[in-house]
C-alpha cells in the first residue's frame, strides 16, 4: 500500500468479476473500489490495494462479483397470496381467486407488509431493483425505503374500484400525488402503469401517453399474455392489443410490454421499430400456462428484453437466478437452437438490460467507473458445485439464490454473509404468520 493511497470506503476482493459491461468478460484477480456510495474503480488487486486505502476491506474467497440484479415486473406485496392460487390458467387465477382476495385483504397495510416481506426476499436472492405495479404505492415506497432498497413503483390504473381508487382518474391522481411525495427519495422512482389492455379504456390509455411525455415517465403494462387476451382485443376492437397500443400512442422507448407471449413477426419488428423494451417473465407464463415467449426472435430483432418475476402468487419465488435459467432453457428449446440466448447474454438480460429498460442504465446494471454500487455475490466454491469451468455458466446453470452471500445497494450492506442487515429475520416470519393466520380466518368465517 502506498503512502499516498486514497482513503476510501471499501475495497471488495472476489474470485471473479462479472462487469456485464464489457460484455462477455469474466476479470479474475480484481478488485472494485467503492466510495460514497459509488463505484471508483476496477482495477488488479495489487493495483487497487497500491492506490486505496479502504475504510473496509472485504474478501470474498470462491465467489463471484456482479451487478445487482434487476426484477423488471413484480406485484411485490402479492407475496402475501403466496401459493394461494395455484394450477389455474389466468382469467380464472384473477376472476376467481386473486380478484375477490384484493377485494377482502388489499390495504395499505397489507402493501407494507407484504412489499416489506418481498424486499427482503428479493435482497436476499441479489435483487436491488424491482419494477412494481400494484395499489397503494405510497405503502410499497414506505416498505422499499426501510429495506434501502431500489424501486420504481407503479402509478397503477385500472378502471374498475378498488380499496385503492374509485375510476381511472382517481388512480392517477392518487398516484402521481405519492410521486411527488417521494421525488427526493434516491432510491424510489416511479412509473405509469396501467393494468392491461383489457382492463383499460381508450380514453384512459391516451391520458397516459400524454402523462408519459409531458412527465417523462415510463410505461409499465401487461400485454399479449394470453391467446384469450388477443381474440378478445380482437372482438372489442377490431384489433390486437399492440396495434390498438400503437394506435393510442403507447408504443415508444419508455414502455416496458410485459409477457409478450404471443407474438407474430410483424409484432416483433413493431416493438423493435418503437425501442420498446419486454419483461420476461418465464416461470409465471409456464405456471399459468400462458405461453413461451419468442425470446430468440426478439433478441434477434434487436428488442431489449430483460427478467420479471412478475408476483409471488403466480411464481411462487422472487428469484431472477431462476428466471435466467429458465429463460435460457426455455429460448433454446422454443427455437430448436442450442446457441440461442447464451449465459451473458441472460445475465445481461437480469442486469443492465432491465435498468436500461427502467431508464436507469447511466446509474446500475453494470460495474463501471462512476455507477451506483448495486452489487451481489455468489457463492460458487460448494463442493456440490465442482469442477468450475466458467464462472458465468456456473452462475446461471449451477447456482441459485442460497448461493448469493452479500449484497448492497449503493454501498450499503443489505446481506451479510446470507443474513438481512438491520431486519431480524424471526420479524419477517412473524409477519408473514400474522397475514397467513388473518387470511385463514377470514377464510373459514
Known amino acids: 500500500m502506498s503512502a499516498t493511497a486514497a482513503p476510501v470506503d471499501l475495497l471488495i476482493e472476489p474470485d471473479w468479476i462479472i462487469p456485464i459491461e464489457p460484455a462477455g468478460v469474466v476479470l479474475e484477480n480484481h478488485a472494485l473500489v467503492i466510495d460514497k456510495g459509488r463505484i471508483l474503480a476496477l482495477a488488479p488487486v495489487a493495483d487497487a490495494r497500491q492506490a486505496h486505502t479502504p475504510r473496509e476491506h472485504v474478501r470474498l474467497p470462491g465467489q463471484v462479483l456482479l451487478p445487482g440484479l434487476v426484477n423488471l415486473h413484480t406485484h411485490a406485496a402479492m407475496t402475501l397470496l403466496r401459493g394461494h392460487a395455484d394450477d389455474l390458467p389466468l382469467m380464472r387465477w384473477l376472476n376467481e381467486r386473486i380478484w375477490p382476495a384484493e377485494q377482502q385483504f388489499v390495504s395499505p397495510d397489507f402493501i407494507r407488509d407484504g412489499t416489506l416481506l418481498a424486499a427482503w426476499e428479493m435482497l436476499r436472492g441479489g435483487i436491488t431493483c424491482f419494477n412494481d405495479m400494484y395499489f397503494f404505492p405510497g405503502a410499497a415506497a414506505e416498505a422499499a425505503h426501510q429495506a434501502s432498497m431500489r424501486a420504481v413503483l407503479g402509478v397503477t390504473v385500472i378502471e374498475f374500484p378498488s380499496a385503492y381508487a374509485a375510476d381511472a382518474d382517481d388512480y392517477l391522481a392518487k398516484g402521481l400525488a405519492v410521486r411527488d411525495a417521494w421525488h427526493d427519495d434516491p432510491l424510489i422512482s416511479f412509473a405509469l402503469a396501467p393494468h392491461a389492455p383489457y382492463t383499460i379504456g381508450d380514453s384512459t390509455f391516451e391520458r397516459v401517453a400524454t402523462l408519459a411525455a409531458q412527465l417523462d415517465m415510463g410505461i409499465h ?3 399479449h399474455e394470453t391467446r384469450e ?7 372489442q376492437h377490431g384489433l390486437r392489443p399492440l396495434g390498438r397500443l400503437q394506435r393510442l400512442g403507447i408504443l415508444g422507448p419508455n414502455l416496458i410490454a410485459v409477457h409478450a407471449v404471443h407474438l407474430d413477426g410483424r409484432e416483433i419488428e ?5 425501442g420498446c423494451c419486454v419483461a420476461h417473465c418465464p416461470t409465471s407464463n409456464m405456471k399459468l400456462a400462458s405461453g413461451i415467449a419468442p425470446i430468440g426472435d426478439l433478441l434477434a430483432a434487436g428488442v431489449r428484453v430483460g427478467l420479471g418475476t412478475d408476483g409471488a402468487a403466480s411464481n411462487n ?8 435459467r429458465q429463460a435460457t432453457l426455455l429460448a433454446k428449446v422454443a427455437s430448436g437452437d442450442a446457441a440461442v440466448a447464451p449465459v451473458h447474454r441472460v445475465l445481461r438480460m437480469a442486469t443492465l438490460d432491465g435498468a436500461i ?15 451506483m454500487a ?4 455468489i457463492r460458487l466454491d460448494d463442493w456440490p458445485m465442482q469442477p468450475l469451468h466458467d464462472p458465468a455458466s456456473h452462475v446461471v446453470h449451477v447456482a441459485g439464490r442460497d448461493q448469493v452471500s452479500h449484497v448492497w445497494v449503493g454501498g450499503r450492506l443489505r446481506i451479510c454473509n446470507t443474513q438481512p442487515v438491520g431486519m431480524a429475520p424471526d420479524g419477517l416470519i412473524d409477519l408473514a404468520k400474522s397475514w397467513h393466520n388473518r ?3 377470514a377464510r373459514q368465517r
Open 317 to 324: 419465488r422472487l428469484d431472477i437466478l431462476r428466471e435466467a
Open 374 to 377: 448495486d452489487l451481489c455475490s
Open 221 to 223: 403494462i401487461h400485454v
Open 229 to 235: 387476451e388477443l381474440a378478445e382485443s380482437i372482438r
Open 439 to 441: 387470511m385463514r380466518l
Open 270 to 274: 413493431q416493438l423493435a421499430r418503437h
Open 357 to 371: 429498460a427502467l431508464g436507469l442504465g447511466d446509474a446500475i446494471g453494470s460495474l463501471e467507473t462512476g455507477k
